[in-house]
């Protein structure tokens, strides 16, 4: 592997030309139209431009992006995170043009793309779902029958269905039977389709996840999980490790069940296997399975000293994972907050514009992951994120204390952004005793 | 007093009048810096980064280029179109043959007269051919890439002087 193209933009193109540079990889950068001042382009050996501002028809444009490679040479593509990262197709084309895709299989891919097939995998190697029936019901008695095995309080929702209708949530057998009539009824008015599909109904739980990487001799470990429960709509906001909520041998449970789940499937590269929690019963349950280096992997390199991406490049390169035998070792506490241009007032609208001031902190255990710069304008074309702003400290609240004092020093003028949003996060009582769950700021911010 | 819309736009217009390559104004703490396109400057720092600084960007010439300022709408490419003349673009990135196959002789040649729907050259993205036709009538002018080359988006292509 000599020249790497990276088909993406904004700070994990920056980030992945950057793991390029210390394994002394060349790097070709694209861009589109609306991306003439990105940083990437100066930061790459050369940069291609390879179409008009929409996505589709530049950063998703697998045709243009591959001839962008063969044309400058490249043997290998890093796809970042978006755009085309989890896209089986274009692992394929570039394994037909024998360009190495860092990232897994093609086939990897497309199996835990596909949630149905992703669940039935996840199954069989063992790692616990949302218990729910297997098919739907329209008869009431055989339903209760399948709700007493999987056990209150249990989701009801419309097979046919979408956007909550025909759902509801039964606490109990003795209203089970009442809340199945109306629910199946209203399905059968809404959809056409009566029948209801039952699945264990877990309130108020938290996002955690677990990063796993696999090489191609067979090896596959965990680097620990990061705990995502501050979310809005299902856009991560806060990330931090290790989380506040999981017991030692919890923690040993859950990374060990997403190590099964990869050595499973042989998989190869960066992964990360997400998992709901209950902190109540202090169960967990798969969701889903990310083919991809993650937005918020920072906050494993913080806390285990490795440099995910060198290593994504080392294993895609044939390389055995550089991991000690006995595992890698998580030391401290870490807390990524996203910086985005999104106005918090105004309902976290997207607040595209030109960057007046721009100072983000400079400080000892501080990292600022970002592309943009005082005058930058934030193109309307992809997404929200200026940047990403990554604390350590030796624990939870040494690292919250540092998180305020660098949030206190960074001046951002011009546009919206979320920097007033965290500073409230990071001083709230439930973010503290870490009483958060993922639909927390959706009810604590009327205007979220 | 703040400076207004008009007032910038009657100032750019004083300045593309005269023959300067650069100003700065201040009025009233306003400041305005006005530099024509195309000349030199010192791109914006790089954001800082974590983890150790960077090695030094190795020059070819297209990083070189990269390192130019940001110029706003300019093509990654090359000679400013006289008035008169019309520029023809690259609709996509692609391989540029100037000819339908190796054993053809060239669609034209600088001197060649083009009417509109001639076609000019092909771009080959992935082994996909689109043949880019003249939109105006006229004369070549200048053939910007060489046959083979990799053209980018929105490049030129082709400078052809109007009938």
Not at chain 1, 348 to 358: D, E, Q, S
């Amino acid at each position: 592997m000599k020249r790497v193209l990276i088909a993406n933009r904004g700070e994990i193109a920056l980030r992945i030309i950057r793991a390029c540079r210390k394994l002394q990889l060349e790097t070709v950068a694209v861009y589109s139209q609306a991306d003439d001042n990105c940083a990437h382009i100066w930061a790459a050996d050369r940069a291609v431009r390879i179409g008009a501002a929409p996505a589709g028809k530049s950063y998703l444009d697998q045709q243009a992006i591959l001839q962008a490679a063969l044309s400058t040479e490249c043997d290998a593509v890093h796809p970042g995170y978006g755009f085309l990262s989890e896209r089986a197709e274009f692992a394929a084309k570039c394994e037909a043009e024998k360009i190495t895709f860092i990232g897994p299989s093609a086939e990897a891919i497309a199996m835990m793309g596909d949630k149905a097939e992703a669940r039935r995998t996840a199954k069989r190697f063992g790692v616990p779902l949302v218990p729910g029936s297997e098919g739907a019901f329209t008869d009431v008695k055989e339903a209760t029958k399948a709700a007493e095995s999987i056990g209150y309080p249990i989701l009801l929702k419309a097979l046919a269905g979408g956007g909550g209708r025909g759902m509801r949530v039964a606490l109990d057998a003795a209203s089970f039977a009442g809340l199945f009539q109306q629910a199946s009824s209203e399905a059968l008015a809404a959809f056409g389709d009566g029948s209801i599909y039952l699945e264990r109904f877990v309130a108020k739980v938290r996002h955690i996840e677990v990063q796993v990487f696999g090489d191609k001799h067979g090896r596959a470990v965990h680097l620990w999980e990061r705990d995502c429960s501050v979310q809005r709509r299902h856009q991560k906001l806060i990330e931090e490790g290790p989380s506040p909520v999981l017991d030692a041998s919890t923690r040993r449970a859950i990374c060990n069940a997403a190590v099964e789940l990869t050595a499973g499937i042989g998989y190869v590269g960066a992964g990360t296997v997400e998992f709901i929690y209950d902190a109540g019963t202090k169960q967990f349950f798969f969701i889903e399975m990310n083919t991809r280096i993650q937005v918020e992997h920072p906050v494993t390199e913080m806390l285990t000293g490795v440099d995910l991406v060198v290593e994504q490049l080392r294993v895609a390169a044939g390389e055995r994972l550089s991991f000690p035998k006995g595992g890698v070792k998580s030391e401290g506490h870490a807390i990524e907050l996203r910086i985005n241009a999104e106005d918090p007032s105004r309902g976290f609208a997207p607040a595209p514009g030109t960057l007046a001031k721009w100072e983000p902190p400079r400080m000892r255990d501080v990292r600022f992951d970002s592309h943009v710069y005082r005058g930058y304008s934030v193109p309307s074309y992809y997404d929200s994120l200026l940047g990403k702003l990554i604390t350590y400290g030796k624990d939870r609240k040494e690292a919250i204390a540092r998180s305020i004092l660098a949030l206190d020093s960074f001046r951002a003028e011009g546009i919206a952004t979320t920097l007033s949003f965290h500073r409230q996060v990071l001083t709230h009582p439930d973010f503290l005793d870490a009483s958060v769950h993922t639909r927390w700021v959706e009810t604590e911010f009327a205007n979220g | 007093m703040p400076l207004t819309y008009k007032d910038v736009a009657e100032i750019l217009k004083i300045i593309d009048a005269s023959g300067l390559d650069e100003i700065s104004i201040e009025v009233d703490g306003a400041k305005m810096h006005v530099r024509r396109a195309g000349r030199g400057s010192a791109p914006e720092p790089l954001p800082p980064m974590a983890g150790p600084a960077p090695s030094p960007v190795r020059a070819t010439p297209a990083a070189r280029a990269a390192q130019e300022p940001a110029r706003p709408k300019a093509a990654p490419a090359t000679a400013a179109p006289q008035s008169s003349q019309h520029s023809i673009r690259a609709p996509m990135l692609g391989s540029f043959y100037r000819a339908p196959s190796p054993k053809d002789p060239p669609f034209v040649e600088v001197g060649s007269l083009v009417k509109r729907g001639d076609p000019l050259c092909l771009i080959e993205v992935m082994k996909l051919f689109t043949t880019i036709s003249a939109d105006t009538d006229g004369q070549i002018a200048q053939i910007l890439p060489a046959n083979g080359d990799l053209v980018e988006f929105d490049q030129i292509l082709f400078l052809i002087e109007s009938a």
